[in-house]
């Protein structure tokens, strides 16, 4: 079993970065993890996933913008955003998890960290 705290969020303007960072405790190289991100009133939607042995994915929205990384010595996650839209706005949640038949299945979540893009 594994925890995972987000941290890193905040407000910044159109075209900015942010670097989100999750830490995990537990046996985090082992998993599989992701970063997914929630508006209110919409479904939770995948923003990019990194399995254990580092290869990402990412969905369209952010592909070529957003980052995925993890340092499993540490027990750290990253999600590096660049080029910044107010459509990324939302809250963001680390997850860890396992890919089934390559579909990737969060099983531990963190408790989210809220970026706003806004001037």
């Known amino acids: 079993q594994v925890q995972l705290v987000e941290s890193g969020g905040g407000l910044v303007q159109p075209g900015g970065s942010l670097r989100l960072s999750c830490t995990v405790s537990g046996r985090f190289s082992i998993y599989s993890a992701g970063w997914y991100r929630q508006v209110p009133g919409k479904q939770r939607e995948r923003v990019a996933t990194?399995?254990?042995?580092?290869?990402?994915k990412y969905e369209d929205s952010v592909k070529g913008r957003f980052s995925v990384s993890r340092d499993n010595a540490k027990n750290l996650m990253y999600l590096q955003m660049n080029s910044l839209r107010p459509e990324d706005t939302a809250v963001y949640y680390c997850n860890a998890g396992r890919h089934y038949y390559g579909a990737y299945m969060p099983d531990y979540w963190g408790q989210g960290t809220q970026v706003t893009v806004a001037s």
């Open positions: 990194i399995t254990a042995d580092g290869k990402e």
